[in-house]
């Protein structure tokens, strides 16, 4: 696999063969970790800065549901739930819109958790709906990498850390 540049959330810079392994590999040192299993990480977007968006992520090269084993489906489902309880409960993240895809550079699957904030309903700059995520996601990017918000997306992913270290293991496992 072809090495290429990433931008993380707070700006830094890095060369990377796979993102998934990247942040895997880092564990509770990436930025914006959240929760770790044997067979998952959680952590907040690598890079868009948008407070309370969730990565959970496959630590094996795979595209797709139907390419989980029966543990991983099984954990899969439990973690989904208990992440997007967190982002309501702690968070207070109302609307949260779940994509995936499989097209993916890298071949994690992952889920993304994106939250829907009111500044994202600006339909003449966005769009509407799911057609908006894109250029959400991009606008991030551009105009959201200020110290205030940058910090803001990581004191929500310190929440949610914070959550799941309270927590028993997930399924006798962490």
Known sequence: MPK??????????????????????????????IIE???????QDYENPISGFVVLSTKRHIKSFDE???EEAAEFIVLVRKIRKVQREVLGIETVYFIQEEDTIGSHFHLW?????????????????LNSARPVLQ????????????AK?????????????DLP?????R
């Open 37 to 43: 299993t044997d067979l998952f990480h959680a952590h």
């Open 4 to 33: 290429r540049i990433i931008e993380d959330f707070t700006g830094v810079k890095k060369e990377v063969e796979c993102i998934g392994c990247t942040i895997t590999e880092a564990g509770k040192d990436v930025s914006g970790y």
């Open 169 to 173: 293991s997930i399924d006798g496992r």
């Open 139 to 150: 606008y991030s990017k551009t105009h959201m990498k200020t110290p205030e918000n940058i």
């Open 68 to 70: 989980f084993t029966d």
């Open 113 to 129: 958790f994106l939250p829907r904030y009111d500044w994202m309903n600006d339909e003449a700059r966005f769009g509407k709906k």
């Open 153 to 165: 997306v990581k004191e929500a992913a310190e929440k949610l850390r914070s959550y799941f270290d």
